[in-house]
Nanobody, 124 residues
Framework: QVQLKESGGGSVQAGGTLALSCSAS????????MGWFRQAPGKEREGVAV????????YLSDFVKGRFIISQERAKDSVKLLMNSLRPEDTGMYYC?????????????????WGQGIQVTVSS
């Protein structure tokens, strides 16, 4: 069974920077897609950033473009989300997602594997 281990997160003031990391284990195959979704209190879950590990293509939601960067880490099946210029509206639970079989990594697809989530809090 694939497990996703999330790290990073925490609390920061508006304008600050945080980084999230996610590593997958238990795969027989590498994940084609790895990235992050988030859910704010009282809101629906939404895609933040996903990386196609085969091509390097990134999918970023409009509200993080120019501020967040997703990249592949040296360790196999690991990704990092660097979050710059954080805003209070970025507060929420961030979930790592992964899938070994998807042909496309955009947010509309259903990802097979989800992490337990990690809290990000941005104060004004």
């Amino acid at each position: 069974q694939v497990q996703l281990k999330e790290s990073g997160g925490g609390s920061v003031q508006a304008g600050g920077t945080l980084a999230l990391s996610c590593s997958a284990s238990g795969n027989h195959f590498s994940n084609n897609c790895m990235g992050w979704f988030r859910q704010a209190p009282g809101k629906e879950r939404e895609g933040v950033a996903v990386l196609d590990t085969r091509t390097g293509r990134t999918y970023l939601s409009d509200f993080v473009k120019g501020r967040f960067i997703i990249s592949q880490e040296r360790a196999k099946d690991s990704v990092k989300l660097l979050m710059n210029s954080l805003r209070p509206e970025d507060t929420g639970m961030y979930y790592c997602v992964a899938d070994p079989l998807l042909s496309s990594c955009d947010f509309a697809h259903t990802f097979d594997f989800w992490g337990q989530g990690i809290q990000v809090t941005v104060s004004s």
